[in-house]
């Protein structure tokens, strides 16, 4: 059974950047069919997509974040990175890693991290 | 545009059936998914493809999408079928923008 977990400091000063890993064990990163995904959501808010990425680099970025977010994968160690910089209070929220996969010809966020929450303060 | 706009709330009485709609430009040309999220939880996949469920899924739940809109059903809501539901699709660009989220409540 495919499991992902998400590893890093839950307490983050403002300016600073927001680095976070999703291990993923039960299955190989490298695996041709499948995307590896970053989804937060805000204490009390709705889930916000920020980023996609392929075993090879390839990469896709929520506009809104663009500028501050890059996503990374280390195939030997079977995890992918987040690193989001000059990070205010309003980046704080329950971060989720997720593998997006195919289900028949339909691409899905199928498994989910258990989420940790990273809380931006002084 | 991405966006994708959700009713924030409804309520359902027990055994009853609810409609949840998703509305989007992007819903027009690409399929849409839905989840659901229980307090402290991750979300789970419940419809994929506008109108599949995944196995483990009860068959009360089901999709459909017309146009620019997009609905979850819940035929006879039971108790545990009250969360925050989340409807999710792509646009030309690639990204992968989620609904506002409804709150389902069952009564």
């Known amino acids: 059974q495919l499991q992902l977990q998400e590893s890093g400091p839950g307490l983050v000063k403002p300016s600073a950047t927001l680095s976070l890993t999703c291990t993923v064990s039960?299955?190989?990163?490298?695996?041709?069919?499948?995307?590896w995904a970053w989804i937060r959501q805000p204490p009390g808010k709705g889930l916000e997509w920020i980023a996609n990425?392929?075993?090879?680099?390839?990469?896709n970025y929520n506009p809104s974040l663009r500028n501050r977010v890059t996503v990374s994968v280390d195939t030997p160690k079977n995890q992918f990175s987040l690193k989001l910089t000059s990070v205010t209070a309003t980046d704080t929220a329950v971060y989720y890693c997720?593998?997006?996969?195919?289900?028949?010809?339909?691409?899905?966020?199928?498994?989910w991290g258990q989420g940790m929450l990273v809380s931006v303060s002084s | 545009s991405s966006e994708l706009t959700q009713d924030p709330a409804v309520s359902v009485a027990l055994g009853q059936t609810v409609r949840i709609t998703c509305q989007g430009d992007?819903?027009?040309?690409?399929?849409v998914s839905w989840y659901q999220q229980k307090p402290g939880q991750a979300p789970i996949l419940v419809i994929y493809?506008?109108?599949n469920r995944p196995s483990g899924i009860p068959d009360r739940f089901s999709g459909s999408s017309s146009g620019d809109t997009s609905s979850l059903t819940i035929t006879g809501a039971q108790g545990e079928d009250e969360g925050d539901y989340y409807c999710?699709?792509?646009?030309?660009?690639?990204?992968?923008?989620f609904g506002t989220g409804t709150k389902v409540t069952v009564l």
């Open positions: 997720a593998r997006w996969g195919p289900s028949g010809p339909y691409w899905n966020f199928d498994y």
């Open positions: 039960g299955g190989s990163i490298s695996s041709s069919k499948y995307y």
């Open positions: 990425i392929y075993h090879s680099g390839t990469t």
């Open positions: 992007s819903l027009r040309s690409f399929h």
């Open positions: 493809g506008n109108d």
């Open positions: 999710n699709s792509r646009d030309s660009s690639g990204n992968h923008p």
